[in-house]
């Protein structure tokens, strides 16, 4: 088997090599093409977004991905939070020498398939290897620009009460699937990563009533728990949800009932939390739900002008809970 | 079993708490002791205090199987976590709880070697992993745990492992129950009983309960709504005035239980008096390795002495905490002192412990304020 060596970063004949074999097999337009220091590219007049993000998930494969499907539909998704329509990412790799070839072609050959969903193209990037033990295998960064639409104005400044919430699917499939395959559990085939690019999800909804949309954000690490605390705290708000609203998939809740996980606690990435004016939520609820990424879209609660700082949830059997931030990681339980 | 659907759940809910408000008399002040983590955790997730009638009271019992581990025991943890030649293998909620002078997560940064361990099997791999190393696992934990330990011990003997090692402290249920009444200290007019547990031991251990002390209970599954069913039974018994010990998660608990494990357990634990952290030495509450897996014992095998007396931490309330005599924000520690980041006693430290759960479903600030 062909495995990733030192001399494959040492920016000589065999970089060359591993340029030719890999980066040009999957990556080809014509920004890339010259190989030169940088893209050069033109941009219409406007604001712009620009995000960047590293991706170190071990283990690097798991059921329904791989890091490189991360690390595309991740920074593609942080411009959609921006309202950006994402056009232009760079993909920095830095190998672990020993790394087999066919492993390093899964994982190119599924951001090229991401970056073609997304419609957007990778125009630079850089390759390093480095010693073995040194990262665990691959890790990556990307960086990303895109265009924000005239009219679009995304941000926690905007959140104001009595808007609706909407999230626009299932909570803790990216966590579970990735933990099941780090810690060897046999779980069901239906738990899978539900990572995702959400920009022509979220293109559709602003196109149509983008002036009403006031917030997106993608709840990745510390969960829907989390993210909705910092939405409350950050725009001063306070935000009541309903836990019936709320998506589980049974294989989720079932892992979590073991592990002792709270599903509200675990990373998403493939789904969006939008705030919206009421009067358009259920057009963004018909517009999510006519792409794969969203049919499970709902209306799970609303940000008031009391409780201020504080999220609640109505629970299923009537109660209320408080919603903090993820504190420590969570941990098995121990019986 | 089926799992109940939200829309399912919520109109069982209704339903028994309508029986619920029936059963009770205003005014009536009944206190109900849950003695299990899970419980506690459920009963906030679910915002269970909210819905039941003003009176009944839930209450925590000594069921967290790390916030029960008393400081000796952490103390020796982390005298053998300091030799150079062994790995500590411990589930992850051990690593933050305070001994008297340190803990296994200080002693990580200062290069001790402990491993988290997911399902205790582990130890096999890493007894054959690291040959020239002692493995010693921090066997904590009641009836549910023990059964699966106990299977670990067997086949850690069985494989002839020579560099595997437990240091038991296990702890069992009823007996702590009888000692909660036996000192007569708070209130408790019934407990709902841990369903994880009573999978293993049945019903029968804890007939004393209605039999010796008049005391209602119920064993329990563990999400909102089975809590609520609990507390109906216990309502239910009252109303009737003949108690037993109920049981609404017959789907998985059967009156004797687990034979197989109990025979096991038998068979690879001998009982013992055991020391429970804030509430002292209770007669036949533990477990140590019967004379047969002896050598399996590392406090047998490489026996330490601790130069420094264990202490608990100052101040904390976990013995009272524990026993449902105080409620965690009533501890002066609680959410100052004492906060999940910076825990001074053990309740705080378990995502199971009574503090924690408090802290962290919002009583920081003295309650739960919420305006409708």
């Not at chain 1, 009932?257 to 990435?269: C, F």
């Not at chain 2, 251990?205 to 119920?218: D, N, Q, R």
Request: hydrophobic fraction near 40%; glycine fraction near 10%.
């Amino acid at each position: 088997m062909e495995r990733i060596r030192l001399v494959h970063g040492n920016g000589g004949r065999f970089s060359h090599e591993l340029t030719e074999r890999f980066i040009l097999k999957y990556f080809t337009n014509d920004l890339l093409a010259p190989l030169h220091d940088g893209a050069q590219f033109s941009v219409s007049a406007g604001r712009m977004a620009f995000s960047t993000d590293s991706y170190v998930v071990q283990p690097p494969f798991f059921p329904g991905g791989n890091i490189g499907k991360l690390a595309v539909c991740g920074t593609v998704n942080d411009l959609v939070m921006n309202g950006a329509i994402p056009q232009y990412l760079s993909c920095s790799l830095i190998l672990e020498e020993g790394l087999p070839f066919d492993e390093l072609d899964d994982i190119l050959a599924t951001m090229r398939d991401m970056a073609e969903q997304a419609n957007i193209q990778i125009v630079t990037g850089d390759t390093k290897v480095v010693k073995k033990g040194e990262v665990d295998k691959i890790y990556i960064n990307t960086a990303g620009v895109g265009m924000i639409p005239e009219n679009i104005h995304i941000g926690p400044s905007y959140v104001k009460p009595n808007m609706d919430i909407i999230l626009s699917g299932s909570i803790g499939d990216h966590s579970i699937a990735v933990m099941g395959q780090r810690f060897g559990l046999e779980l069901s085939e239906n738990i899978k990563t539900d990572c995702a690019p959400l920009n022509h999800m979220i293109q559709a909804v602003l196109s149509k009533v983008g002036p009403q949309v006031a917030l997106l954000r993608d709840p990745t690490r510390g969960g829907l728990g989390t993210v909705l605390k910092e939405i409350a705290d950050q725009s001063q708000v306070g935000i009541k949800i309903h836990q019936s609203k709320l998506i589980i998939h049974d294989e989720v809740q079932s892992v979590c009932d073991i592990l002792g996980y709270d599903p509200l606690y675990l990373a998403n990435e493939g789904k969006v939390v939008l705030i919206v004016e009421p009067s358009v939520t259920d057009e963004v609820l018909n517009i999510l739900h006519s792409f794969p990424e969203g049919r499970e879209a709902s209306h799970i609660g609303s940000t008031l002008d009391k409780n201020l700082g504080k999220v609640g949830m109505q629970t299923s059997i009537g109660g209320m809970r408080l919603i903090d931030l993820l504190g420590e990681d969570q941990v098995p339980r121990i019986c | 079993m089926k799992k109940l659907t939200l829309q399912e759940k919520q109109q069982t809910a209704e339903a028994l708490l309508h029986r619920i408000k029936d059963l009770h008399t205003e005014g009536e002040n009944i206190r109900l002791m849950e003695v299990c983590g899970t419980h506690t955790v459920a009963i906030f997730r679910e915002g269970l205090r909210q819905v039941l009638p003003k009176g009944i009271e839930l209450v925590s019992g000594p069921g967290c199987p790390v916030c029960v581990t008393d400081q000796v025991y952490m103390d020796k943890a982390l005298a053998y976590a300091e030799m150079d030649d062994v790995i500590i293998a411990t589930f992850g909620d051990m690593l933050k709880v305070p001994g008297s002078y340190s803990s296994l997560t200080e002693a990580q940064t200062k290069g001790a070697h402990i491993h988290v361990i997911y399902t205790p099997l582990e130890v096999l791999t890493l007894g054959k992993q690291y040959p020239h190393k002692k493995i010693v696992f921090l066997a904590i934990g009641f009836e549910t745990t023990i059964a699966v330990i106990g299977a670990t011990v067997k086949a850690v003997a069985e494989a002839g492992l020579r560099n595997v090692f437990f240091l038991v402290s296990h702890k069992l249920v009823p007996p702590a129950l009888r000692a909660l009444l036996d000192r007569q200290v708070g209130q408790i007019d019934g407990f709902i009983l841990p369903g994880h547990v009573s999978v293993i031991i049945g019903e029968q251990p804890y007939a004393f309960l209605p039999m010796e002390y008049a005391i209602p209970s119920c064993i329990a599954g563990f999400d909102g709504v089975e809590v609520l069913s609990a507390v109906l039974n216990i309502l239910e018994q009252r109303h009737r005035g003949r108690f037993e010990v109920g049981n609404t998660y017959h789907s998985v608990v059967m009156q004797e239980g687990n034979l197989v494990a109990q025979q096991l357990m038998d068979e690879v634990y001998d009982i013992c008096d055991d020391t429970w952290r804030g509430i002292g030495v209770i007669p036949n509450s533990g477990l140590k390795l019967s004379e047969a897996y002896a050598h399996l014992d590392v406090e047998k095998m490489i026996p330490i002495t601790l130069d420094k007396p264990s202490l608990d931490p100052k101040g904390c309330q976990c013995g009272r905490v524990l026993q449902g005599l105080i409620k965690p924000n009533e501890c002066p520690l609680f959410g100052k002192a004492c906060t999940p980041d910076h825990a001074i006693g053990a309740c705080m430290v378990s995502v199971e412990g009574s503090c924690a759960a408090w802290y962290k479903y919002g009583y920081a600030s003295g309650g739960l304020s919420w305006e409708e």
